[in-house]
DNA sequence: CAAAACTACGTAGTTAAATACATAAATAAA
DNA sequence: TTTATTTATGTATTTAACTACGTAGTTTTG
């Protein structure tokens, strides 16, 4: 549409965002049609407990990239459907030590076989040639050596 | 980080978020940089009125690809900027017409060597190998043609 | 060992988008 | 020509993330 949004990120993240917004539903329907009410977006949280068994709330936070505080939004979610549990650490008083209930892990075990459908669709939605993930994780690099503000500023005293 | 979202679009359109934040941050610092009080969220609506001069609101939100409610929150930011104004439309009555003012017109001038110079630094970092934009029409285009749900359903039939 | 700095967690408030709903004007159909 | 449908706009509410801030433990340092 214009030089600086169609080339450009700024309008790319709200396309990204509507497709996300999208699979998200259609993931939650897609549980649904095994019997099982989850939403798309508890997934990470309750993937990285299935494997490291017992984490702190930052701890969880740093696993998903999340900040801590959309962190226990999530984990409050989790915690009125009983899937997961938590307890103080009797070592450092400051930490919540958060688990998977037993129900938790049983929905796991469920869930395990709809994870294997989603992941190959998924993939083959994502791997193009032009490679989604590739693509952010080199516009990344290319801002973590040098911020679109310093590259716009000396841009700007080159001329 | 796991199955699902590393290689999926869950935690993708996460990135690519913060990503745009982060540009749109050092976006209105460069313009204040040339003494220009701007947002970059601005941009889409105003470089359309410059080309397209009159639109009502419903035109202004296809043009720049967000639904009508986004677009008038839009509207109503540049209107206390006094860089648009609006009038009512004489043959019909529901639609406000939308121009810029003549101190949008200015500014326009004013920032035109200034989105140059971020139209340059934006190719350079989003033109890599893996082209992001090409990536997400690729994806865009294969959820036109069958949903992530269909896709899903049509595996699990097969199993 | 007391003061300072750091870490973990939590709450409140913000933001940029969306949906859902409401109203009024214009057009089409009975 | 009334009635029904569609279109244009606007408001209210929701969502998923964020930042900023506050408090309470823990660790480091003078």
Redesign the pocket.
Known sequence: MNIIDESGI??I??RL??L??QL?KDGALFYKSYGIDF?P?WFPVVYTLHHKEVL??????NEI????????????ELEKQKLIR?KK?K????????SLTPKGQELIVKMKPVWDVMSSVLKEIADNQNNLLQAINEAETKLMHQSFLQRALQLKSEE
């Open positions: 700024l309008a993240s709200t965002q509507r996300s917004e998200r939403e977006k702190s709330v930052v701890e969880i936070a990239g999340y900040t801590h505080p959309s962190t226990i939004s999530l984990l409050k938590s650490d070592v450092d008083e400051r930490k919540r030590l958060i």
